[in-house]
């Protein structure tokens, strides 16, 4: 069964740091860009990171650019968010996704949730 995996979020204060996790099984992660997205309450999911297969090529949205980074250990099958400086506007859920052959794979989601 193909599967993502999300793990890593939970509750942190302003100016804190969480690192999530992706993990894939069914399929080799190393053979697929990688996206993480996130959907905060009411609002639409929006992407914030993405990074090429050999991991050479990352990109991010504004809201999170100079804090954040992406990173891949394909020997895991895992790809990393490390988001440093968070704020309370981070709060949401965050998901990554794989475009597979047969069309997009999302994980179920890891709730992050930025409070004092």
């Known amino acids: 069964q193909v599967q993502l995996v999300e793990s890593g979020g939970g509750f942190v204060q302003p100016g804190g740091s969480l690192t999530l996790s992706c993990t894939a099984s069914g399929l080799t992660i190393s053979k697929y860009a990688v996206t993480w997205h996130r959907q905060a309450p009411g609002k639409e999911r929006e992407l914030v990171a993405l990074?090429?297969?050999?991991?050479?090529?990352?990109d991010y949205a504004n809201s999170v650019k100079g804090r954040s980074t992406i990173s891949r250990d394909n020997a895991k099958d895992t790809v990393y968010l490390q988001m440093d400086s968070l704020k309370p506007e981070d709060t949401a859920v965050y998901y990554c996704?794989?475009?597979?052959?047969?069309?997009?794979?999302w994980g179920q989601g890891t709730q992050v949730t930025v409070s004092s």
């Open positions: 990074i090429s297969t050999s991991g050479s090529v990352t």
């Open positions: 996704k794989v475009n597979g052959l047969q069309g997009p794979i």
